[in-house]
């Protein structure tokens, strides 16, 4: 039996290499469109904006949700067809830089998702929900790109440790019973094994032949979950252009080379 895969922009996630996803962090408007044109010169396909990096002095939810509003045109321009975009607003709760209240995440990625504003429509390719966020807002997030055609990357991510492998399994099975196209963990390794418990979590759940997930394993001694992904089925990698956005993110184009030389 084949594999499910999930579409976007052309990309296929879970069939052969590993797609590189590229995160940008600029705090403003000019840093963001600076380092998306860096990530348009690398062979990533599909570029993370972390939501919760950017306008830092915009505290309010209202005022930040609108200044993303203004910005993703312009993005969405700059990245061209044939590259897809993920939306990610990482809590402070799962080591992201900003607390925001699971309602106001939920209006925020829903906003995204459905275009509410004049030249937004369609510019979401991919939005990120933390699972671990109130059910009802979960749900809602879920249905919303659904029904918009936005694929679903359901995340976790441990930065104390790294759970047992069947706990790692239930989350990334648990996810995709949710709705999320593509499962997502990220955990903190405190030793080998612990790197180990990941990449074994990740194969048995790509034996499930139920659809790509990712699984990470953070940090500077995390890296070989980073560049060995295909052969331990995980379906994408972060990596960087300038500032990454978590710990042992490794150059995009390092990694794109390293993932040619370790294809199975």
Not at 73 to 81: E, M, N, S, T, V
Not at 161 to 177: D, I, K, M, Y
């Amino acid at each position: 039996m084949r594999r499910r895969t999930a579409t976007v922009r052309g990309i296929e996630l879970g069939r052969a290499r590993p797609e590189i996803i590229v995160p940008l962090v600029g705090e403003d408007a000019d840093a963001l469109q600076a380092q998306a044109e860096a990530a348009t010169a690398t062979r990533a396909r599909i570029v993370e904006w972390r939501l919760d990096r950017f306008r830092p002095d915009l505290e309010d939810a209202q005022e930040h949700r609108e200044a993303v509003l203004d910005a993703l045109p312009a993005l969405r321009a700059l990245l061209g067809p044939d590259r897809a975009l993920l939306v990610t607003f990482r809590t402070t709760a799962e080591g992201g830089a900003r607390p925001l209240a699971d309602r106001d995440l939920g209006v925020l990625l829903e906003s995204l998702i459905t275009g509410r504003r004049a030249g937004t429509q369609s510019a979401v390719d991919m939005v990120d929900i933390e699972t671990a966020r109130t059910a009802r807002v979960v749900e809602r997030v879920i249905a919303a790109a659904h029904r918009h055609g936005t694929v679903v990357v359901g995340s976790f991510h441990d930065m104390e440790g790294t759970p047992s492998e069947q706990e790692l399994v239930e989350t990334l099975r648990a996810q995709r019973r949710l709705g999320a196209d593509v499962p997502k963990i990220a955990v903190t390794p405190h030793g080998p094994r612990d790197v180990l418990t990941l990449l074994s979590a990740s194969v048995a759940v790509a034996e499930d032949l139920s659809g790509p997930h990712i699984a990470i394993s953070m940090g500077a001694l995390g890296a070989t979950s980073r560049v060995a992904a295909e052969t331990f089925g995980s379906a994408a990698t972060f990596a960087s252009v300038g500032e990454g956005s978590a710990p042992g993110q490794l150059g995009a184009q390092d990694v794109a080379g390293m993932l040619e030389l370790l294809r199975p």
